[in-house]
């Protein structure tokens, strides 16, 4: 059993910073490629970020500059740093992840989410 846990979100004002965490614990081999989406009040969830095993980055481009994503191996954790944040990034964020078990299989596990409340 392998599972995804999301931490970090809350209130922030416009063009503050927050940064989240996704911690994956169980039966961990290895982790592959990881990514964060977003899912706004009424819209449908939207990818964010990519991070592959060997540090690759990619991003949407409505967080393009602003946001990082990033992986420590060691800790089995997956970040996401955003930074100059706007009303627009109002979201509940989630982590998934493409993850090798101890049994070497490949499972697609997603995190439960954290809300992140951009606002005055």
């Known amino acids: 059993q392998v599972q995804l846990v999301e931490s970090g979100g809350g209130l922030v004002q416009p063009g503050g910073s927050l940064r989240l965490s996704c911690a994956a614990s169980?039966?961990?081999?290895?982790?592959?490629?990881m990514r964060w989406y977003r899912q706004a009040p009424g819209k449908e969830r939207e990818w964010v970020a990519t991070?592959?095993?060997?540090?690759?980055?990619n991003y949407a481009d409505s967080v393009k500059g602003r946001f990082t994503i990033s992986r420590d191996n060691a800790k089995n954790t997956v970040y996401l740093q955003m930074n100059s944040l706007k009303p627009e990034d109002t979201a509940v964020y989630y982590c998934?992840?493409?993850?090798?078990?101890?049994?070497?299989?490949?499972?697609?596990?997603w995190g439960q989410g954290t809300l992140v409340t951009v606002s005055s």
């Open positions: 169980g039966s961990i081999l290895d982790m592959n490629v």
């Open positions: 998934k992840g493409h993850i090798r078990t101890t049994n070497f299989q490949y499972l697609e596990v």
């Open positions: 991070v592959t095993s060997g540090g690759t980055t």
